[in-house]
């Protein structure tokens, strides 16, 4: 009864934290925008409702205070302060013209039976990114390696974290968590993952209602706009990461959502398109370091275009800059604390002064010799499968450059500035240091480029009622229903296990509740309706948690998101359920990977604690190299001391093999095995 207590609290005050947010955005959207258009407004509030998010989590984990109380507290305090000198913009909503613009758009392409079928589609792939979403912990490789681990660490801490562990985790470890903020906002009231997987889902919306007002403000509009952000959303890489815990579709839209507003500042010199641009570059910059170089460059060119083109005062372009910055430097700045450097693992200098420097473990991956840069045949084997995650998208992008001829003849400016993030992105896919990601997993990573591929599509010549615009519009028609397909084969019909056998229903009864609300009159809500209406929403929310926990192993064992992993792992979940443990987990050296999928141990309610203990004589972490791993000092008599002294009650090795495996496996009288075998195992520490 006590866990049904605190879920359903922690429900009411995530609600009430993001409406606190969500409200306080609008607003301020309404307060910068008046008179612009809805999406443009729309577009407002998302960047400043997750800037705002950021911010938030910014000041209370560098004061150690991210805890539940705090993050309510401070949300109540910007809504207060932003309300109170709103006037007439608290009266605003852009829910209600929201609303109105799904109804007109779902009437507008449903007259027609391929219209209903491709509205249909795309209102099913909704429901099922949805309810995997609620219902499937974050299933992918990397969110079960770092994403998901470093935002468990931050809420059971309420503090940045101090893990340490040798391999690719010394690199992890400094990527930028911008990404991960908002995974940790949206778990830290209700103590779980329950909430964990949902900022996907928003910031796959945010990117959707992004591209079209990005395709509107260059003068793609009418049907085309709809046809080619919906066949974007609906591309494999894009829908296939929401619910993953992987935060590329975020870097994508914030970087999206500053084209867009650099693009409405020069045509209108409007200080807040300026600075709605510096932040939304500054949140791409905070999510990944691709965003951070290509935010820093369009932000430089934003600043000088401000204010030689239009007379931006110095107090006006300090604020932009401070903006931009309020993202990015609390990560410098933890970066700095954690490795020395303020970019951590990103190679980087200026003259003497060293920015960022690779650990061994990651010089070590990418020297690997199975591969081959800038060989024709690897490249081009590397790209086709990068492109395969856009599906019958990809190929539309052969008519870009057909595009940018029209528009040199037209010479349109403002479409010049597009091009500069989608060139700088594509410079950094295929430069030197990207080489093994980009030739390795080229699969999986082809998400690396999205913003790119979206910003070439803006090109793409789809006006007008000729040939190549009626072609255009056909295919992006039909790669909805086809995204759709795709999805089901992929991540639902492949394996058919028990778990997405209660999703494919629950997601088409969503779809079929969706389109009936679409197609009904929408009649004022009493209060007392909308208090049943909140009390039915958490009820449901309680009862999808029940459901989520009571099929998390089997969704483990048999889920994912984006691409595989292995699962051998799942076999000791069932013994970490129902009581607090601490978990010291290790693992073996390897070149190409990095597989101690940790993230799961820390239980449905986040009542386990992680660490890893040193098997070193000093107590230093082990360098994962190969010219350090049979040099250094291993003690079995120190680390043993060091596991008992840290009260460690469980020790997981993961494959593969490592030094403590076998130690653990050669004093039974110590360890006692729960799972595994000779590669693996899960022991009891007596």
């Known amino acids: 009864m006590t866990d049904l207590v ?5 429900i009411l005050l995530q609600i009430i934290f993001c409406a606190f947010l969500t409200d306080s955005a609008i607003i301020m959207a309404n307060r910068c925008l008046p008179g612009s258009t809805l999406i443009a407004r729309t577009c407002a509030a998302g960047v400043i409702s997750f800037w705002l998010g950021s911010t938030i989590f910014n000041i209370l984990i560098n004061l150690n205070l991210f805890f539940h109380l705090p993050a309510i507290l401070m949300a109540v305090v910007v809504f207060a302060a932003v309300r109170s000198g709103s006037g007439n913009n608290a009266k605003k909503s852009l829910l209600i013209p929201a609303a109105r613009l799904c109804r007109r758009l779902f009437k507008r392409f449903s007259k027609s039976l391929t219209g209903k079928v491709v509205t249909l589609s795309f209102l099913m792939l909704f429901s099922l990114l949805l309810i995997r979403a609620l219902l499937l912990p974050m299933v992918s490789w990397d969110s079960l390696v770092y994403h998901t681990l470093k935002a468990g660490l931050w809420v059971q801490t309420g503090q940045h974290y101090d893990l340490d562990s040798p391999g690719l985790w010394q690199s992890y470890k400094t990527f930028f968590g911008g990404g991960e903020a908002f995974t940790a906002l949206a778990m830290i009231f209700t103590g779980s993952d329950f909430f964990g997987s949902m900022p996907d889902l928003v910031l796959w919306c945010l990117l959707g209602i992004t ?90 060119l934003l600043l000088v275009y401000a204010k030689v083109k239009k007379r931006t005062s110095f107090l006006q372009l300090s604020l932009a ?18 490795s020395g450097y303020i ?48 599906s019958i998208f990809a190929p539309l992008l052969l008519l870009v450059p057909f595009g940018i001829i029209t528009q040199i003849k037209e010479s349109n400016q403002s479409h010049w500035i ?69 999805y089901l084969i992929r991540f639902v019909f492949s394996n058919a296990s028990q778990t997405e056998i209660i999703i494919l229903p629950v997601a088409a009864c969503t779809a079929g509740l969706i389109y009936a609300v679409l197609n009904i009159t929408r009649t004022p809500l009493l209060l007392r309706q909308r208090a049943v209406l909140l009390f039915t929403i958490i009820l449901l929310l309680i009862m999808t948690a029940n459901i989520k926990d009571f099929i998390r192993n089997e969704s483990y064992k048999s889920a994912y998101f984006l691409h595989e992993h292995p699962t051998y792992w799942v076999e000791a979940l069932p013994h970490t359920a129902n009581s607090k443990l601490k978990i010291a987990f290790t693992y073996g050296m390897e070149q190409m990977h990095h597989r101690a999928f940790i993230a799961p141990f820390f239980g449905a309610r986040l009542q386990n604690e992680i660490c890893y203990v040193s098997p070193l004589e000093d107590g230093r972490t082990p360098i994962y190299h190969p010219d350090y791993i049979d040099k250094e000092p291993y003690c079995f008599d120190s680390w043993i001391k060091r596991l008992r002294e840290k009260n460690v009650t469980h020790l997981l090795c993961f494959a593969p093999r490592c030094t403590e495996l076998e130690w653990a496996r050669s004093h039974p009288e110590s360890f006692k095995m729960l799972a595994g075998n000779n590669a693996w195992g899960f022991f009891e520490i007596e």
């Open 6 to 10: 605190q879920l359903a609290t922690g």
């Open 418 to 486: 597009p091009l500069i993030p989608a060139l700088t992105i594509s410079s950094l896919y295929f430069s030197p240091s990207f080489s093994t990601i980009r030739l390795l997993w080229a699969g999986s990573n082809g998400r690396f480029i999205s913003a790119a591929i979206l910003l070439f599509a803006v090109f793409l010549p789809c006006r007008g009622s000729g040939k190549t615009g009626r072609l255009v519009r056909f295919i992006c028609f039909l790669a909805i229903p086809v995204g759709l397909i795709e």
């Open 211 to 300: 591209s079209l007002a990005l395709l509107r403000e260059l003068h793609i509009k009418g049907a085309a706009g709809y046809f080619i952000t919906a066949a974007f959303l609906c591309c494999p890489i894009i829908a296939g990461a929401v619910g993953s815990g992987y935060v590329d579709n975020g870097m994508t839209g914030f970087l999206l959502t500053g084209t867009l507003f650099f693009i409405k500042f020069s045509r209108s010199a409007k200080i807040e398109h300026l600075m709605l641009a510096a932040t939304a570059f500054g949140l791409s910059g905070a999510v990944k370091a691709t965003g951070l170089a290509t935010g820093l460059i369009m932000l430089a």
């Open 343 to 390: 970019l951590g693992s990103i190679p980087a200098a200026i003259g003497p002064l060293v920015l960022g420097s690779m650990p061994l473990p990651f010089a070590y991956l990418c020297n690997s010799a199975d591969f081959q840069a800038y060989s024709l045949p690897h490249e081009l084997y590397a790209l086709w499968q990068a492109f395969s995650g856009y």
């Open 321 to 338: 800059l401070l903006l931009f910055s309020s993202s990015v430097v609390p990560w410098l700045w933890f970066n700095h604390k954690i």
